[in-house]
């Protein structure tokens, strides 16, 4: 009995000495300089957004009015483009032939014209002069005035047949870029078929739609902030268009933005969100915190607060919209509790911290 007894006493002062041990390692480690900051929580939120795509202020598809096959293509997409240079060119033989027709007419209705044209000033003297009656010199004003008018007939053909040849050689009609070719040399043109897109890289708008919630809220020549997603820059913009019915559209009500003249690498097609300031009023506080300061694993994302023993916790959250550079807390995060902006060291779960 006396040996176990020995043992347990050894035993217990082996874990006593353990635990002082464990206990001085841990209060031997340095606590973390950090640096906190308060919940931001809104009566409102600061903005509300909608999601817009980019295209050019400036910009067109052309076609044309004529059936033919294609000749000749002189561009290609991307190439810049002066106002009125050839763009394309499409069979016109059946044109031309129309043209020398015309021509044709034309000339012979000039002949008739000069030989009534005679006519009418020799019987007008003579009418004068009482040497043709009345009929004669009705007769004579009845030819030229036809003969006038068919003149005039033939003039408008030509000049319907050079609108045509418009449409068989497509020019640009301003200077731009290449932004799409939908036919190929050789194909078959029809009236109204897309044939090449151009369009002028200078000023760019956003197009996007909004729904009847947040339509009052949105005027024309309000400033807007546009964030351009796939290069992650923020252009300045103004609301120009304001669609007052929905009727047409499920719903929603067309909006567009004209964006600023910047130096970004912009294209169109671009996915944007534009924020527009929020006036309305909610019973509801939003919690908004720097989207710099969350902390993500996966698909998790979270925020380092102060315990009540100062140590670090990870807190995981739940997040809404975001509104600039900060983002809205859903779940996990109160107003006015603090949470970890920076740190002079590596945070984790526990590690001991002094607030600075």
Not at 52 to 58: D, E, L, V, W, Y
Not at 233 to 243: A, D, F, L, P, R
Request: charged share 20%; with cysteine.
């Amino acid at each position: 009995m006396k040996k176990y007894i020995t043992l347990l006493v050894l035993s217990f002062a082996l874990v006593s000495c353990g635990s002082d041990d464990k206990k001085e390692a841990v209060n031997n480690t340095p606590a973390i300089a950090v640096k906190v900051s308060s919940v931001n929580a809104e009566n409102n939120s600061p903005f509300f957004t909608a999601s817009g795509k980019i295209k050019a202020t400036n910009q067109i598809t052309l076609s044309t009015r004529s059936s033919g096959y294609v000749d000749k293509i002189y561009v290609k997409v991307g190439d810049k483009v002066a106002k009125g240079k050839l763009l394309l060119s499409i069979n016109n033989t059946d044109l031309q032939a129309k043209r020398a027709q015309v021509n044709a007419n034309i000339t012979q209705a000039q002949a008739a014209y000069h030989i009534a044209e005679k006519d009418y000033n020799r019987f007008k003297n003579l009418f004068a002069d009482n040497s043709a009656s009345q009929k004669e010199m009705d007769d004579m004003t009845a030819n030229f005035e036809m003969a006038k008018a068919r003149l005039e007939a033939a003039n408008q053909m030509k000049n319907e047949i050079n609108a045509q040849f418009k449409y068989v050689n497509i020019t640009a009609p301003f200077s731009g870029v290449i932004t799409s070719k939908f036919i190929e040399e050789g194909d078959l043109a029809n009236p109204g078929m897309p044939l090449i897109a151009v369009e002028a890289p200078s000023l760019f708008e956003v197009s996007l739609s909004v729904p009847e919630t947040d339509i009052s809220q949105i005027k024309s020549g309000m400033k807007v902030d546009v964030l351009v997603k796939s290069i992650h820059q923020t252009i300045k913009g103004e609301v120009t268009e304001v669609s007052t019915s929905a009727i047409n559209t499920g719903g929603q009500y067309l909006i567009k933005v004209t964006l600023e003249k910047t130096d970004a690498n912009i294209l169109s097609g671009m996915y944007t969100t534009v924020k527009f300031p929020n006036k309305r009023k909610s019973a509801t506080n939003y919690v908004l915190i720097p989207q710099e300061v969350i902390v993500k694993n996966g698909q998790l994302k979270g925020i380092y607060t102060v315990s009540s023993t100062n140590t670090a916790i990870l807190r995981w959250l739940r997040l809404g919209k975001t509104y600039g550079d900060q983002v809205e807390v859903l779940s996990g995060l109160n107003s006015e509790e603090q949470y970890i902006v920076s740190a002079e060291g590596k945070l984790y779960n526990g590690v001991k911290v002094s607030i600075k």
